[in-house]
C-alpha cells in the first residue's frame, strides 16, 4: 500500500535499521575486505594499509598492529558489515573464536584493552568485548569494565558476545557465562565490527571463526559450570 511504502521510505531517510533476521560467516581464505566487510582505518590509525595489519592463511585470519602507532585514543582499524541491518528489538549473538599474543597500550588502554575487539551497534549503543593474553574487558557506558576472573587468552577459546532486548548483553567464553550488562557505549551507527579498536593500543591476534546471527533459531549458549568455572581457567 501506499502508507506502507511511505513507512519503509521514511525509514530508510532516517536511517533506521529495519527488522530482518541475518546470519553472517566469516570465510578465512580470503581478507574480510573481499567478502562485503568494509575495511575502516579512521583517526590516528588513518591511511594504514589493510596488508600491513591483517593477513589470512592456514584458515587463521592474523591482526598484527603492535608497532602501528599508539597513545591517542581516537582512532580504529576495523571491518564492519552488516551495515544498517542491526536493530535493538531482536536477540543477536556474535560468536568469534580467537586467542591474543601481544599487546601494548598506553593511557586509559594501559593494559591492551581495545587492542583487539568484537562487538556490534544497535542504532545508538555499541556493545563489544576486547581481549588481552591476560584479561577480558566489556564496553560500558564510559569506559571498559574489566570482566572478574583469571584467563589465559593465548590459547584459542570460543566468544560469544549476546544481545536481549532492550538493552541487555551477556559475555560467554567457552560456554561459560562471564559477564550480564544492561547498558553499552553511547555510539551512532548499526553495524557488526572487529579488529582493532583503538589509537591507545595496539595487538597482535588470531581469529579461526567469526560468526553473527540476528533473529535467527539457533541453540541458546549454554552455561552449565557458571561463573565459577571460569575462575579456574
Known amino acids: 500500500s501506499l502508507a506502507f511504502a511511505t513507512t519503509i521510505a521514511s525509514l530508510l531517510a532516517t536511517g533506521t535499521a529495519l527488522s530482518a533476521p541475518q546470519n553472517f560467516v566469516l570465510s578465512f581464505s580470503s581478507l574480510p ?4 566487510c568494509n575495511y575502516n582505518a579512521v583517526g590516528s590509525h588513518a591511511g594504514t594499509v589493510e596488508s600491513s595489519v591483517f593477513s589470512v592463511g592456514a584458515g587463521v585470519l592474523t591482526q598484527n598492529s603492535i608497532g602501528k602507532g599508539f597513545g591517542v585514543s581516537g582512532g580504529s582499524i576495523l571491518y564492519g558489515v552488516l551495515n544498517g541491518l542491526l536493530n ?8 568469534v573464536t580467537a586467542r ?21 551497534n544497535t542504532g545508538s549503543v555499541q556493545y563489544d568485548i576486547s581481549i588481552t593474553p591476560t584479561n577480558i574487558y566489556a564496553l560500558g557506558p564510559g569506559a571498559t569494565i574489566t570482566v572478574a576472573g583469571t584467563y589465559t587468552n593465548t590459547t584459542f577459546h570460543d566468544y560469544v558476545l549476546q544481545f536481549s532486548p532492550p538493552g541487555t548483553f551477556r559475555i560467554f567464553r567457552d560456554n561459560v557465562l562471564l559477564h550480564t550488562g544492561t547498558s553499552g557505549f553511547s555510539a551512532s551507527g548499526s553495524r557488526v565490527f572487529f579488529g582493532d579498536g583503538t589509537g591507545g593500543a595496539n595487538a597482535r591476534a588470531e581469529v579461526t571463526a567469526l560468526r553473527f546471527i540476528q533473529d535467527v533459531a539457533t541453540p541458546a549458549t549454554s552455561s552449565t559450570w557458571g561463573r565459577v568455572k571460569s575462575l579456574y581457567r
Open 33 to 36: 575486505s573481499a567478502q562485503g
Open 88 to 95: 535493538t528489538t531482536e536477540t543477536k549473538e556474535l560468536r
Open 100 to 120: 591474543v599474543l601481544q599487546v601494548e597500550g598506553s593511557g586509559l588502554g594501559a593494559a591492551g584493552q581495545q587492542g583487539f575487539a568484537f562487538g556490534f
